[in-house]
């Protein structure tokens, strides 16, 4: 077992609130630093919550931690978590209050498995993202869209077919001019990055998975808004046609994919796109969403893409793809973020899901800062009870002890 321990006063067993300290050394580290290169011994100090030094002849400071025996690793990314997903089949005529306060649980318990960054693609606010900030409750930095756009009958809509109401867990925007008036607003309310829903999915109802969504006009006028903003534009899509859509019209980061085939994975490389996989999300449901009341009709999308996952992160891995990582968990499901990376690892190997988690997530959220055990960066580790060269299982085993650095600051280990 990994001797970590904080000298001579920090505990990790404080309280709910992180311990602030104005300098920290890591010391007896066997660093993976995020960049997928092989581990190696050293030390990290940080200094005001930023590394200032790695390397083996690092001078300690006041506070220390003692890895010796574990792995050091930079805080893990989250680049598609729902915080606001308090239950699979949606939140309608739950009050905000309650589904805020789940959120703000939610965000508490990927911080304790190590995840220091989250990117939410499918809500969040200004008045949220500051209580986060401010500490009001333990969380990742935590970047947020507001809710995705869809077209009228698209993903996320989800009256069925019979229906005629008008209440909807995303935002219905069709045509230009409303889609640039839309992403303008996300702007203006402080959004990240702009979510739109370009093919089919799981949950809803009444789309194909597979049929593109969304004319090219749409997409390029929220691709427009979203770059003279110096951000980018995140779209759900899972099949090849609904994936050459995006790119060509100029979508960032394609969320899921797991329908491409390899002249898709070829043309995203080539517009620079991003892959964020959701292995998580399909392996869950398929064994648990049904006793949880997911629909029949939702169970048979799930299956469709449940088994191309995998082949889809080979395809883009091939193709020279920058390929992220992402949890997509709704509801109950959330305790299955972890194995997520169990299941890219299986594809990857452990220290490639590192960097996807990592260093490559933070070139998608555009922080280079982040994602990386280098001088400058963000001071967010993860220390890790094992050699994770030996024993991979340490990465997503939460009933192993672990540690949570973010920002210079160790969290509590009871969060």
């Known amino acids: 077992m990994a001797d970590v321990r904080i000298e001579p006063t ?22 993976i630093d995020g960049t997928g290169s092989e581990p190696f011994e050293g ?7 930023r590394i200032v030094e790695v390397g ?14 574990g792995s050091v690793l930079p805080g893990l990314i989250d680049a598609h978590l729902h915080a606001f997903a308090t239950y699979l089949t949606g939140t309608q005529g739950i009050p905000m209050t309650y589904v805020g306060i789940m959120g703000a649980r939610r965000l508490t318990a990927a911080l304790r498995r190590g995840f220091t960054t989250v990117r939410d693609p499918a809500g969040g606010d200004p008045a949220f993202e500051r209580a986060a900030r401010e500490g009001l409750f333990p969380s990742p930095r935590y970047l947020y869209t507001g ?26 925007v069709d045509g230009v001019e409303a889609m640039r008036v839309a992403a303008r607003d996300r702007f203006r309310r402080g959004a990240h990055a702009i979510k739109i829903m370009t093919s089919g999915g799981v949950i809803s109802p009444s789309d194909p998975i597979a049929i593109p969504q969304y004319s090219a006009e749409e997409i390029r006028a929220v691709v427009d808004e979203a770059t003279r903003r110096g951000s980018y534009v995140i779209a759900h899509s899972y099949s090849a046609e609904s994936v050459r859509h995006s790119v060509r019209n100029g979508v960032r980061s394609i969320e899921h994919g797991n329908l491409i085939d390899a002249p898709t994975a070829k043309l995203m490389a080539e517009h620079s796109a991003f892959l ?31 088994d191309a996952g995998q082949r889809a992160i080979e395809l883009a891995r091939d193709a020279g793809v920058s390929i ?51 001088a400058d960066c963000i001071g967010d580790l993860l220390i890790l009870d094992g050699n994770l060269i030996f024993d991979p299982t340490v990465l997503w085993d939460d009933t192993r002890p672990r540690t949570v650095i973010r920002s210079g600051q160790v969290m509590s280990a009871e969060l």
């Open 324 to 374: 992220g990582f992402g949890s997509d968990l709704m509801g109950e499901l959330e305790d299955e973020q972890l194995n997520g990376l169990r299941l890219q690892a299986e594809v990857l190997g452990v220290l490639e899901t590192i960097r996807c988690a990592t260093s490559v997530n933070a070139a998608l959220i555009q922080r280079d800062d982040l994602g990386r055990i280098a």
């Open 56 to 69: 083996t002849d690092v001078p300690p400071g006041e506070r220390v931690i003692d890895a010796r025996g």
């Open 276 to 306: 964020v996989p959701t292995l998580a999300a399909y392996d869950a449901m398929g064994r648990r969403a049904a006793a949880l009341g997911l629909p029949p009709v939702s169970m048979q999308k799930n299956a469709e893409v449940l």
């Open 43 to 49: 030390s990290i100090r940080i200094e005001a919550g």
């Open 10 to 31: 920090v505990s990790a067993r404080t309280g709910a609130r992180p311990v602030i300290a104005s300098d920290l050394t890591v010391i007896n580290a066997s660093i």
């Open 147 to 172: 809710e995705p756009l869809s077209q009228t009958g698209g993903h996320g809509d989800q009256r069925d077919p019979e229906s005629s109401a008008c209440a909807h867990p995303v935002e219905i």
